[in-house]
């Protein structure tokens, strides 16, 4: 069920490979992961089309999508024009494919069929004609839908990357998912804690599953010691409960008394953030905490290289979601920061305890600011962390390697029982 991909090499797999990104909206400032992904797939001279199935609403962009070659198409909304009119008139039309579409449809909520099925159209109906070769959602959800609805109507193979909120939370209707997967010519996902996880969930579902990290690009060098601010502490990622920043903010006030150098940074925006404004109020440290809201990537690599430690206290929230492989860690190795954190799925995949970091219990308030009080006192330790974060960075997560083997994936025909 599980299968490790070689990572692929030029010769026919770059240069005439067209890849087809489906994305439930394009882009969003929280996925730089899908940004980074992109751009890796673009340099292996592979060529790339993104289909966004929703137009982008945050209205603030990376700068690094400047550098995205691959053209973008809309789906649009669906009009009044019956669907079985827009399936005849689909090139390459499966007809004997059609009991799937309609049985899978069948088992979709009722609210959600029409548009996915309009979308699947769309998405089919544009790739066929731009000469897409293969397909590759984000998410085994509403992109990983259209996806393999688009294979059913087309024939064009698909994979699909599993990440977090879309196989943690309760209630993920795993009948789809393993329709999905058995379907596809793999399901990605991005840490070995999600490989377990999904192993045990879609087994004997015939999913061909792999693991490849999320990977980085080149990286600004490090900032030394000397450079950085003393006491400044920085937490990166939406304000929401699976973050776990409410620990942070209790961890700060626990330490303030005795440390009136202590500052957190909180990069970023989300349901909580009324809620963690209020809390540091409650604390008396509203001094001690600045909320930026969400920043693109070049004015988060600026903190990274001012902070003296990140803390990133991850916990499995309350509706079962949570964190896998948080990017945020992998730029801090790069950047050479430290990181106090927790064993939240993937997390230990970055962090070794007391190599590139501290490992915590989540919601453990006082581990976190011994942990914290640990890394701002100790320069020898911390200058060995900082050292060993770019090491790992390089050994496990460079996007050179994870693209090929991504590639590599793509490539691998879908063998059926």
């Given at each position: 069920?599980?299968?490790?991909?070689p990572p692929s090499s030029s010769e026919g797999q770059a240069g005439d490979f067209h890849v087809g990104y489906v994305l439930k909206?394009?882009?969003?400032?929280?996925?730089?992961?899908?940004?980074?992904?992109?751009?890796?797939?673009?340099?292996?001279?592979?060529?790339?089309?993104?289909?966004?199935?929703?137009?982008?609403?945050?209205?603030?962009?990376?700068?690094?999508?400047?550098?995205?070659?691959?053209?973008?198409?809309?789906?649009?909304?669906?009009?009044?024009?019956?669907?079985?009119?827009?399936?005849?008139?689909?090139?390459?039309?499966?007809?004997?494919?059609?009991?799937?579409?309609?049985?899978?449809?069948?088992?979709?909520?009722?609210?959600?069929?029409?548009?996915?099925?309009?979308?699947?159209?769309?998405?089919?109906?544009?790739?066929?004609?731009?000469?897409?070769?293969?397909?590759?959602?984000?998410?085994?959800?509403?992109?990983?839908?259209?996806?393999?609805?688009?294979?059913?109507?087309?024939?064009?193979?698909?994979?699909?990357?599993?990440?977090?909120k879309d196989i943690y939370r309760h209630g993920i209707n795993w009948e789809i998912a393993a329709r999905v997967g058995a379907s596809?010519?793999?399901?990605?996902?991005?840490?070995?804690?999600?490989?377990?996880?999904?192993?045990?969930?879609?087994?004997?579902?015939?999913?061909?599953?792999?693991?490849?990290?999320?990977?980085?690009?080149?990286?600004?060098?490090?900032?030394?010691?000397?450079?950085?601010?003393?006491?400044?502490?920085?937490?990166?990622?939406?304000?929401?409960?699976?973050?776990?920043?409410?620990?942070?903010?209790?961890?700060?006030?626990?330490?303030?008394?005795?440390?009136?150098?202590?500052?957190?940074?909180?990069?970023?925006?989300?349901?909580?953030?009324?809620?963690?404004?209020?809390?540091?109020?409650?604390?008396?440290?509203?001094?001690?905490?600045?909320?930026?809201?969400?920043?693109?990537?070049?004015?988060?690599?600026?903190?990274?290289?001012?902070?003296?430690?990140?803390?990133?206290?991850?916990?499995?929230?309350?509706?079962?979601?949570?964190?896998?492989?948080?990017?945020?860690?992998?730029?801090?190795?790069?950047?050479?920061?430290?990181?106090?954190?927790?064993?939240?799925?993937?997390?230990?995949?970055?962090?070794?305890?007391?190599?590139?970091?501290?490992?915590?219990?989540?919601?453990?308030?006082?581990?976190?600011?011994?942990?914290?009080?640990?890394?701002?006192?100790?320069?020898?330790?911390?200058?060995?962390?900082?050292?060993?974060?770019?090491?790992?960075?390089?050994?496990?997560?460079?996007?050179?390697?994870?693209?090929?083997?991504?590639?590599?994936?793509?490539?691998?025909?879908?063998?059926?029982?």
């Amino acid at each position: 069920m599980t299968t490790d991909f070689p990572p692929s090499s030029s010769e026919g797999q770059a240069g005439d490979f067209h890849v087809g990104y489906v994305l439930k909206q394009y882009p969003r400032l929280s996925e730089t992961f899908i940004l980074n992904e992109i751009l890796g797939v673009e340099e292996t001279g592979t060529r790339v089309s993104v289909f966004s199935l929703r137009p982008p609403t945050e209205g603030r962009f990376h700068p690094g999508l400047s550098a995205v070659r691959a053209n973008v198409h809309y789906v649009p909304a669906p009009e009044k024009a019956a669907f079985l009119d827009a399936i005849r008139s689909l090139p390459g039309l499966q007809t004997d494919r059609l009991g799937e579409v309609l049985d899978f449809v069948d088992r979709l909520p009722a609210d959600r069929r029409a548009r996915l099925v309009f979308d699947a159209i769309a998405v089919a109906d544009r790739a066929h004609r731009t000469g897409v070769d293969h397909l590759h959602a984000h998410f085994l959800t509403v992109a990983a839908h259209t996806a393999h609805l688009a294979h059913l109507l087309t024939g064009i193979p698909y994979t699909v990357t599993a990440h977090a909120k879309d196989i943690y939370r309760h209630g993920i209707n795993w009948e789809i998912a393993a329709r999905v997967g058995a379907s596809a010519s793999a399901v990605v996902t991005v840490c070995d804690a999600n490989l377990n996880y999904l192993s045990a969930r879609l087994d004997g579902s015939g999913t061909r599953l792999v693991r490849i990290y999320n990977g980085l690009g080149p990286q600004p060098a490090p900032a030394p010691l000397g450079a950085r601010t003393p006491g400044l502490v920085l937490g990166v990622g939406r304000l929401v409960e699976k973050k776990g920043f409410d620990v942070l903010l209790e961890a700060v006030a626990q330490l303030a008394p005795v440390r009136p150098e202590l500052r957190v940074v909180l990069v970023g925006d989300g349901d909580c953030r009324t809620d963690l404004e209020q809390q540091a109020q409650r604390l008396g440290i509203t001094d001690r905490i600045v909320f930026t809201g969400a920043q693109p990537q070049q004015v988060v690599a600026e903190w990274l290289r001012r902070a003296h430690l990140m803390v990133a206290p991850c916990r499995v929230g309350a509706d079962g979601n949570q964190d896998a492989l948080p990017t945020v860690l992998l730029e801090a190795l790069g950047a050479g920061l430290p990181a106090v954190s927790t064993p939240v799925a993937g997390i230990t995949e970055i962090i070794e305890h007391g190599v590139e970091g501290l490992i915590v219990g989540s919601d453990d308030v006082e581990a976190t600011a011994a942990a914290m009080a640990r890394l701002l006192d100790g320069s020898e330790q911390w200058q060995a962390m900082s050292d060993a974060g770019p090491r790992t960075l390089a050994a496990k997560f460079d996007r050179r390697d994870t693209i090929g083997q991504l590639i590599g994936a793509m490539h691998q025909p879908r063998v059926t029982a």
